[in-house]
């Protein structure tokens, strides 16, 4: 798998740059929201959430179905992703 651009920390749940990508530095912090409330990234053109993002770093592979957090709460940690029930 190759090096993913993003640093995920688990204690806080931010996904970071890692390098500086077109107008973000280094360390800048991922926040933008969707309209449902979600963390989205764009890389190289396509929008991704924070949490399938996220699982795909923790586990090396693309998740089959959407993650969600399993109280379908915001903003938590790795540690409270789990596949989308529907």
Request: glycine share 10%; proline share 6%.
């Amino acid at each position: 798998m190759p090096e993913h651009p993003l640093a995920y920390d688990p204690l806080t749940g931010a996904l970071s740059n890692k390098i500086d990508r077109r107008k973000e530095k280094a360390g800048f912090v991922q926040q933008a929201k969707n309209s449902g409330g979600y963390i989205v990234i764009n890389l190289d053109g396509r929008l991704y959430t924070a949490q399938d993002l996220i699982w795909c770093m923790m586990t090396e592979s693309w998740p089959d179905l959407t993650v969600d957090h399993e109280d379908q709460g915001l903003g938590k940690g790795a540690s409270a992703l789990q596949p989308a029930s529907g």
